[in-house]
């Protein structure tokens, strides 16, 4: 009964309560690659052998291999390699990527904090009207994040890359932050962290580019497997053109070598018709 009166008794505070929650959510997801999770995905993956053993062998072949990829490279092989090396993967290109032989991004469906979705990337398929056309962007900047932990990664190349572009209607930049843990892809989960995010104003700037936050729910393993991401303790930053083609990329915390080249890729394919 006591205890009962003093929790009747602390402050509700709106703010206060948003912000542990946010904290707590995100120290959840960040627990995501310790060993009992692995020990999870294994018995839901024994249990999807057991049931279906005997009607889809190239599924089973399929899911043995991805526990096997998974359990060869854990948390502790991405902390060691970010340590190594700061989470710069590898050097951002030089130069811009010829169109011929660049790869399309895979698609993502992603949501705004008000529940909006959206399927990155906008690009065109070639059959738009003039009107359609002008919906979609010359130049894309997408930036992945999996831990709360690579924003700072992640900051060093959307803020200067916002604020060279900040007056052009033909540019985009998303920051995605990609939540694989199934417990908060749970609809009402999913639905209350969405709100825990939203702002409590509506940004009033009227800047052409805007910074877009959304966010991506579920698996997203196929979808690193396409990119080739390993490590999920840092940032990526990928640029496409309107046919949502990936014509530069980096990762870790930018240097201004790498900014440069960026920003000297973005003008060209702004350029390209």
Excluded at 33 to 43: R, V
Excluded at 236 to 250: A, C, K, N, T
């Amino acid at each position: 009964m006591m205890r009962l009166k003093r929790l009747i008794l602390q402050p509700s505070s709106t703010t206060s309560r948003a912000s542990i929650l946010r904290s707590r959510l995100f120290r959840r997801h960040d627990e995501l690659p310790s060993i009992p999770m692995q020990h999870f995905a294994q018995k839901m993956s024994n249990r999807f052998l057991d049931i279906y053993q005997m009607g889809n062998k190239a599924a089973i072949e399929k899911e043995r291999a991805r526990l096997t990829d998974e359990m060869n490279r854990g948390y502790f092989a991405d902390i060691s390699e970010l340590k190594q090396h700061g989470g710069k993967i590898s050097a951002a290109n030089k130069i811009i990527i010829p169109a011929m032989v660049a790869v399309k991004f895979p698609a993502l469906e992603v949501n705004y904090s008000d529940g909006r979705s959206l399927t990155l990337p906008v690009r065109s398929n070639g059959g738009e009207t003039d009107a359609d056309r002008s919906d979609i962007p010359g130049a894309s900047l997408l930036c992945l994040s999996f831990r709360a932990s690579s924003q700072a990664m992640i900051n060093s190349w959307s803020t200067p890359f916002h604020d060279s572009f900040i007056d052009s209607q033909n540019v985009r930049l998303y920051e995605v932050s990609l939540i694989d843990s199934w417990f908060l892809s749970l609809k009402p989960i999913k639905g209350l962290l969405l709100r825990v995010m939203r702002k409590s104003k509506a940004s009033r700037r009227s800047d052409a580019l805007q910074r877009q936050i959304v966010y991506s729910f579920g698996d997203h393993y196929y979808f690193r497997k396409e990119l080739k991401i390993l490590n999920l303790l840092t940032g990526y930053v990928f640029l496409l053109d309107r046919f949502g083609r990936i014509r530069w990329q980096g990762s870790g915390l930018a240097t201004q070598e790498e900014l440069s080249s960026l920003l000297s890729c973005t003008s060209i394919l702004l350029e390209e018709k």
